[in-house]
Every structure is written in C-alpha cells, then in structure tokens.
C-alpha cells in the first residue's frame, strides 16, 4: 500500500487545527462561548473598555470568538425596560471590528448571538422584527448569526389583578418573520423549559423554520429545577442549550476556597473584591460555608475538593473543569468574562473531555449536597429584574 508523505523540508511544518467546536442551527461556534453581560453600568468606564477589547481580541486571534450578548444589556434603565438601548451590542461591534482591522479576520468567524427582551408594550409580531432590525444596525452587520427572545412572556405589571395575557407564540412568529425576512440566519429562545420549548419548536417547525438554541442556567450544581429536564427534551429535540451561570457566579472556579491545592489556582477568598452587591455576598455565603439546614457547614467545599482533584490529576484549574463537564453533557457554556486571562482560562476547557468515570463523580458529590443553585441577589436563574420589580418563571 502506497504511503503518501509531505516532502523533508528540513524543518516540520506545524499546522494549528480548529480542535473544539460545537454546531447551533447552521452556526459553527467555539465549545464554549463568552457572555457580555458584565460589560454593562459601571464596567463601562474606560479602563474596563480596555479590557473589553484586549479579551474580544484574544477570543478573535485564538478562534474563540462567541459572543452572547443582548438589547438589554448595558448602563442605562432603558435597557433593563426592554427599550433596547443596546449599549453591550455597540460595544461588541467596536472592538469585534477593531481586532480584525489590526490582526486580520480569524479562520473560525466572529459569532453574536443578542436577544429580544418582551415587554408588556411589545405587543404584535412587527415589534421583533423591529427590535432585531434595530440590533442589527447596532452590531453593524447585514445579519444577525442567532436572534434569541430573551425569557418567556413573564412580564405581567397586571397579574396581581388577574390580568394576565401571554404574547409567547406573537413573539414565535415574530422570530419566523425575522427568519424569513433574511434579517437572522437562526433563532432560539432563552429560559424555556420542556413544555414551552416544544411548542415552540413545533410552531416554528410548520412554517419550515428550526428552533436552534435554548439558553438556561446550568451548571453541576444547577442542573435541578428543571434544568436537566430540559437539557434531555432539547438534545432529543436537536435544540443546542447555551448555559448561562455555568460557574454558578463564580462557586465552581475555587477562587472563593481556601483548601484547594492546586498551584493553579488564583486564590481571592473575598467576595466584596468580585465586585458583588451585599445581596449577593449574602446569598452565596450560603453556599461557600453552609447555613446547617437547606447546606450542611462548609457548603459546597467537598465538591470543591473533587474538582481540584481532577484539575491537578489533568494538569487544569478547577473553572476548565467546571466548563468541560457542561461540554460532557451536550451544552455550551457561556462564561462571562471581563479580562483576557479569563477568556485564556476559559479556552483552557476546549480541546479535551472529562471522562465518563470523572462526570460521574463530579455528580455524585454536587447530587450528595442535596441543592439546587438559583443565583444569589437580584441575578438569579429564573428571575428578571423588570424595572418595576422582580417577575419569576418556572422551568415547566
């Protein structure tokens, strides 16, 4: 049998492949994506912007460029009231454009995926299409890779007086004229649980369009209140899930323990240093040392313990091993990130995977704490913040 081999050059030409991808809808997109959403209100001063644009440049020059992003998402009240103020968006553009001006267009193309938020005065069909033709101009390009709604139609100012009416499938057909317009190469929805993300899939179905994506809060101590649920329906469905808290707020890196003992890691025990709100520091104190009811004391550190011996035995830090069993499981993982090490660390979870004996041990110490990770604050997994106050879903 012949054997065709390159010529001797005297040297080996080393060629880098694109090692770690996953496909939404007709998107090929790094394994694990970047959310934007701490981009917004006080980080957008100018030392941050910095940092904005030095990680989307080391995203773009390692082929790692998956941005998650939305209307909502930026320093204004505008934005929390679904008016579609879009200041992340511009951002994403600006320095998107700027490091393939100064390094050259990378070999996996940039993808942005940005949201629909539904609000109570988003009444008809033609108000997504015109939020997503207003995102468009924002992001500076001729077609959205994959327009998201948001959440459910949860906002109802009125529900307290029995007053309540839905506008999901007006928004689903608003998507499907998106799609059929040219405006979006793919749709997807954020926060649906089994039920709504089937009728979901099936209206857009009949008019011949794929349900691409569903965007939920999981993570190895989030994967209850229906989230695992729904990861199985959208994996039989051929729905990929985008994880969004895949670090349950930062819990799953080890940055907030103090007995790991993998070299490593970056150590800051202090949770007021992470830029988190009283709310939050309260909330998650739970977790880190334990409440001695709904948490056994010392919370969540033996599972900790699990994931910083892996890290060690695998020669990772305890977040790639966080990120890489959400890859094990058929989802993408949306970190945030706010600084180019943390987009090197979180590349760091491609390009491997946990073995099935490494998943199943991680599960039978997140499963043997007996909780369910919901967020900590007003950031929570089955909450939005709607300006008047907090509106709440179920995941079914």
């Known amino acids: 049998q012949m054997v065709l081999r390159e010529p001797d050059l005297g040297f080996t030409i080393k060629r880098k492949e694109i090692s770690d991808t996953s496909t939404i809808g007709t998107l090929k997109v790094p394994s694990v994506g970047i959310g934007t959403i701490s981009w917004s209100s006080s980080s957008l001063r100018k030392i941050e912007n910095e940092n904005v ?9 390692a082929d790692a460029a998956f941005f998650d992003t939305a209307e909502r998402y930026g320093g204004n009240m505008k934005a929390a009231l679904g008016l579609g103020w879009g200041e992340t968006e511009k ?5 998107i454009d700027e490091a393939i001006r100064e390094n050259g267009l990378p070999r996996l193309k940039p993808v942005v995926a940005t949201k629909f938020t539904p609000s109570p005065w988003r009444t008809t069909a033609k108000s997504v299409v015109e939020a997503c033709e207003q995102s468009i101009q924002r992001l500076g390009v001729d077609k959205i890779d994959l327009y998201q709604l948001h959440m459910p139609d949860i906002v109802q100012p009125l529900s307290a007086f029995g007053l309540e009416s839905t506008k999901d499938e007006i928004y689903w057909d608003g998507l499907a004229e998106c799609y059929e317009r040219g405006l979006v190469s793919n749709v997807g929805v ?15 179905a009949k008019r011949g369009i794929p349900l691409a994506s569903n965007q939920i809060g999981y993570s190895l101590i989030g994967r209850h209140s229906g989230s695992q649920e729904t990861l199985d329906t959208c994996n039989a469905l051929g729905i990929k899930v985008m994880a969004f808290f895949p670090f349950a707020m930062g819990l799953l890196t080890g940055k907030y323990s103090t007995e790991t003992n993998s070299n490593l890691q970056t150590k800051n025990t202090s949770l007021t240093a992470n830029k988190k709100t009283s709310l939050e520091v309260r909330d998650l104190k739970k977790y880190i040392e ?17 994931l910083d011996t892996i890290a060690i035995r695998r020669n990772k830090t305890i977040a790639q091993i966080a990120l890489n069993y959400i890859v094990c499981k058929g989802a993408i993982p949306i970190p945030g990130a ?22 199943a041990m991680l599960e039978l110490e997140a499963d043997g704490l007996g909780i369910g ?5 007003f950031k929570r997994t089955s909450e939005k913040f709607v300006g008047y106050g907090v509106e709440k879903w179920q995941l079914d």
């Not at 951002?91 to 320095?95: E, G, W």
């Not at 334990?290 to 699990?306: F, N, Q």
């Not at 990770?373 to 604050?377: L, N, S, T």
């Open 373 to 377: 990770f919901e967020g900590a604050g």
């Open 338 to 359: 706010r600084t180019s090490e943390q987009v090197t660390d979180n590349i760091g979870a491609m390009g491997w995977r946990l073995s099935p004996t490494e998943v």
């Open 290 to 306: 334990g409440d001695g009811e709904s948490l056994p004391k010392g919370g969540i550190e033996p599972l900790i313990k699990v």
């Open 91 to 95: 951002l994403t553009k600006r320095y």
């Open 53 to 61: 644009k030095e990680l989307i440049s080391t995203a773009c020059n």
């Open 190 to 204: 954020c926060n649906y649980g089994p039920t709504l993300v089937t009728r979901c899939h099936e209206a857009l």
